[in-house]
């Protein structure tokens, strides 16, 4: 596996495997690497012939009061888990690469789709992320780029500006890769404290009751999100926001959609974790 650090390197790379008729495949990483971003390369392997993975911690996606500074650099551990995932190449710039004029002024936006779920809290993330993928695309011009589905807001917005902007690119949603207690694997996971992390796997247990109570009837969507949010924080997490959303605007859903994601954000201890179910109903059931 190659370890390439400039645009231009990557450039070159990528045009000589376009020469020998090769399809590429991409999955951009802020490093720490866990089984969930290895199981998108997986992902990646199977549609393409040689997988780019990018390291690259964007500054303009954390908040003034987030974790960038803390958040974990690992990249030689980053390297040995992607070479023996069969990851042909890893992208590795520093700032300077990506931001090469300094203070960034060219934005790319996604409006209403940033506004919703996370991006409510955090204003300014969402513009961050598609600005550097967009980036990413321009540097790697990659056939197909696999995005998890446990961001379900990020993989929307993604896939928005693809189909906005005519990007040759392929955006393929991989199934969220979890614990066998059912907790996502996140990189920020490894801040929980031991008894964080026996209760943490309770994020996706009542994201799971509200799927089966909206299949069971329940349209006062709400009356669920307070429940569940209450729920929540009875066992200790700090809830930024339980939502029941149309899936495809992620404005709060009524009683007339039929497919649903219910979507949390909720700090436990130190880390921010986030999670999601869909739910779609038949015309009938509404």
């Given at each position: 596996m190659?370890?390439?650090?400039?645009?231009?390197?990557?450039?070159?790379?990528?045009?000589?495997?376009?020469?020998?008729?090769?399809?590429?495949?991409?999955?951009?990483?802020?490093?720490?690497?866990?089984?969930?971003?290895?199981?998108?390369?997986?992902?990646?392997?199977?549609?393409?012939?040689?997988?780019?993975?990018?390291?690259?911690?964007?500054?303009?996606?954390?908040?003034?009061?987030e974790?960038?500074d803390?958040?974990?650099?690992?990249?030689?551990?980053?390297?040995?888990?992607?070479?023996?995932?069969?990851?042909?190449?890893?992208?590795?710039?520093?700032?300077?690469?990506?931001?090469?004029?300094?203070?960034?002024?060219?934005?790319?936006?996604?409006?209403?789709?940033?506004?919703?779920?996370?991006?409510?809290?955090?204003?300014?993330?969402?513009?961050?992320?598609?600005?550097?993928?967009?980036?990413?695309?321009?540097?790697?011009?990659?056939?197909?780029?696999?995005?998890?589905?446990?961001?379900?807001?990020?993989?929307a917005?993604?896939?928005?500006?693809?189909?906005?902007?005519?990007?040759?690119?392929?955006?393929?949603?991989?199934?969220?890769?979890?614990?066998?207690?059912?907790?996502?694997?996140?990189?920020?996971?490894?801040?929980?404290?031991?008894?964080?992390?026996?209760?943490?796997p309770?994020?996706?247990?009542?994201?799971?009751?509200?799927?089966?109570?909206?299949?069971?009837?329940?349209?006062?969507?709400?009356?669920?999100?307070?429940?569940l949010?209450?729920?929540?924080?009875?066992?200790?997490?700090?809830?930024d926001?339980?939502?029941?959303?149309?899936?495809?605007?992620?404005?709060?859903?009524?009683?007339g959609?039929?497919?649903?994601?219910?979507a949390?954000?909720?700090?436990?201890g130190?880390?921010?974790?986030?999670?999601?179910?869909?739910?779609?109903?038949?015309?009938?059931?509404?």
């Amino acid at each position: 596996m190659e370890l390439l650090h400039t645009v231009a390197e990557v450039r070159e790379r990528v045009r000589q495997w376009r020469q020998a008729g090769k399809r590429v495949g991409f999955v951009p990483t802020m490093g720490n690497l866990h089984h969930g971003h290895l199981s998108l390369v997986r992902e990646a392997r199977r549609h393409s012939d040689e997988v780019v993975v990018s390291i690259f911690v964007n500054p303009t996606q954390f908040g003034p009061n987030e974790d960038f500074d803390a958040y974990p650099r690992t990249l030689d551990a980053d390297c040995a888990q992607l070479r023996d995932a069969g990851v042909a190449m890893a992208f590795a710039p520093p700032v300077e690469e990506i931001y090469p004029l300094g203070a960034n002024q060219t934005w790319v936006d996604v409006d209403a789709l940033g506004d919703y779920l996370c991006g409510a809290d955090r204003p300014g993330h969402f513009r961050g992320v598609t600005t550097v993928v967009s980036k990413l695309f321009n540097i790697v011009q990659p056939d197909l780029a696999v995005f998890g589905e446990k961001d379900f807001q990020q993989l929307a917005v993604i896939r928005r500006m693809v189909a906005e902007l005519l990007m040759p690119v392929r955006v393929i949603g991989a199934a969220t890769d979890r614990e066998p207690d059912g907790l996502a694997r996140s990189s920020r996971n490894g801040f929980l404290t031991a008894e964080e992390r026996t209760r943490a796997p309770l994020l996706q247990q009542h994201l799971q009751e509200a799927r089966r109570a909206i299949e069971a009837g329940e349209r006062d969507y709400r009356a669920l999100e307070q429940r569940l949010a209450a729920s929540l924080a009875g066992h200790g997490f700090d809830v930024d926001y339980v939502t029941v959303a149309n899936a495809d605007s992620l404005a709060p859903a009524g009683p007339g959609d039929h497919s649903l994601v219910v979507a949390a954000a909720a700090r436990l201890g130190r880390p921010r974790l986030i999670d999601n179910v869909t739910v779609k109903l038949a015309e009938t059931a509404l």
